[in-house]
């Protein structure tokens, strides 16, 4: 009887297209892509945007035609001919949003108060290809969870524009990755069992639930539905990869029992981790939010560092002019020199006919050019020559520039994910491709 019940309820699944990857699917997911070199995004965000102005400038000028970056970014000048920097672009239907809640629109392009809001770009891409590494994407934020609406603390939204929690916890990261401790893996198959009992509960009764309620809620079912047959899918996946082994790594330079107490510590932990993720093919699309724009102990790092206030407050204040901008081009540095050593050790890391950056696009970027306003987002690209990016350009574009969406847009294409529409894109951003 409970072979019965089973069997239909999988056949329900598949025909009702609520499972993009079907079992058969699953079950060979690492069998034909070992000789596949992987193409790879690592999504960054800082909130309230970064210094503007004087010596701590972020952007770069143009020193007969090359970029040089100021004191603030001075750790990616080695790196300048595969850097392309872009002025201008923003999500249009995000520029009159509230101040503090454009975090929660940049990897999607929706405005936050939207009642259909579009997946994030690297949700899109795990979509297409995440059937191939034992974890989709890894959604990371220093501050971890959700935040609120219009506070995000996340950069991911799944495919119905509902927020991904994102995860800070570092020996958590590690150990679902790498840890392959008996005890802890019997842990994780009893918890995986206790969920599919669960969500078995809820799919059984489901007919009989949806018979008795009415249009709305009914289609308030069908959504509740779809996001319990996505924990189905990952339920699934999970079993099916605990049958491979976790790959062996070295923890030689790993804290992870670093705190916010210590920001330097934990961030470079968590690019270290990222860097191992990647190397192992253990994913290949991260989101990871540096900075919120919420008041958290993360938004009090700059006092740590002696800049004399809040992350939001040297934001505010950077506006006024060069003088008052140093204190926030200091804590810009402080988190540029974290990338740049990360990017560098992608970059000197071989892989295929190249390196792991020829393979991987780095996106860095704010979603306010200033604090509290969300236009001319600040952007950054780096690697993925591999992909077919070109670079060494700084895009400083008009009033007439296009959306962001035609950015991300090319970068899917990048990845191989043959999208034709990106939330509000026009067509791609031909400039960044070689």
């Not at 140093?326 to 560098?344: M, N, R, S, W």
Request: hydrophobic share 35%.
């Amino acid at each position: 009887m409970d072979e019965r019940i089973q069997i239909h309820r999988r056949t329900f699944l598949r025909g009702t297209g609520g499972v993009a990857l079907s079992l058969p699917l699953l079950e060979c997911m690492a069998n034909d892509v070992e000789s596949e070199t992987p193409k790879r995004l690592l999504a960054l965000y800082v909130g309230h945007g970064f210094a503007l102005h004087g010596d701590w400038r972020w952007y770069p000028t143009l020193v007969e035609g090359q970029m040089h970056f100021g004191k603030s970014m001075e750790s990616f000048n080695p790196l300048a001919n595969r850097i392309t920097v872009v002025q201008g672009l923003e999500h249009p239907q995000c520029v009159s949003a509230g101040g503090h809640s454009t975090a929660d629109s940049f990897l999607t392009g929706s405005n936050p108060a939207a009642a259909v809001k579009s997946p994030s770009l690297d949700q899109i891409a795990a979509e297409k290809h995440g059937h191939k590494t034992r974890y989709p994407s890894l959604v990371l934020g220093n501050e971890g969870g959700l935040g609120g609406e219009g506070r995000s603390n996340t950069l991911s939204y799944n495919q119905f524009g509902r927020a991904i929690p994102a995860t800070n916890d570092l020996r958590g990261l590690y150990d679902a990755m790498f840890n392959s401790d008996p005890a802890l893996q019997k842990a994780q198959h009893r918890r995986l069992s206790r969920n599919q009992r669960r969500v078995d509960s809820v799919l059984n009764s489901y007919r009989e639930i949806k018979r008795q309620l009415g249009r709305d809620d009914s289609q308030k079912l069908e959504h509740y539905m779809h996001a319990l047959r996505d924990v189905e899918k990952d339920i699934e996946r999970l079993e099916l990869w605990m049958e491979k082994p976790k790959p062996v790594v070295a923890t030689d330079g790993l804290s992870l029992d670093a705190t916010v107490q210590d920001p330097a510590t934990f961030i470079r932990t968590m690019y270290s981790l990222i860097y191992l993720a990647f190397k192992t093919d253990s994913t290949r699309y991260v989101s990871y939010m540096l900075q919120s724009m919420n008041s958290s102990t993360w938004d009090n790092v700059p006092i740590q560092l002696g800049l004399g206030g809040t992350h939001h407050v040297l934001a505010h204040n950077a506006a006024a002019g060069a003088a008052q901008a140093v204190p926030l081009g200091k804590y810009d540095k402080f988190q540029g020199d974290l990338l740049a050593e990360f990017i560098t050790k992608l970059a000197d890391t071989p892989e295929a006919e190249g390196t792991m950056l020829d393979n991987t696009v780095v996106l860095y970027g704010s979603s306010n050019s200033q604090t509290h306003v969300n236009s001319n987002y600040p952007m950054m690209l780096v690697g993925g020559e591999q992909l077919g990016l070109k670079h060494g350009a700084f895009h400083q574009l008009s009033d007439n520039a296009p959306p962001l969406s035609n950015l991300y847009l090319t970068l899917l294409n990048a990845l191989d994910v043959p999208a034709t529409q990106f939330s509000d894109s026009s067509s791609t951003f031909s400039q960044i491709m070689a």
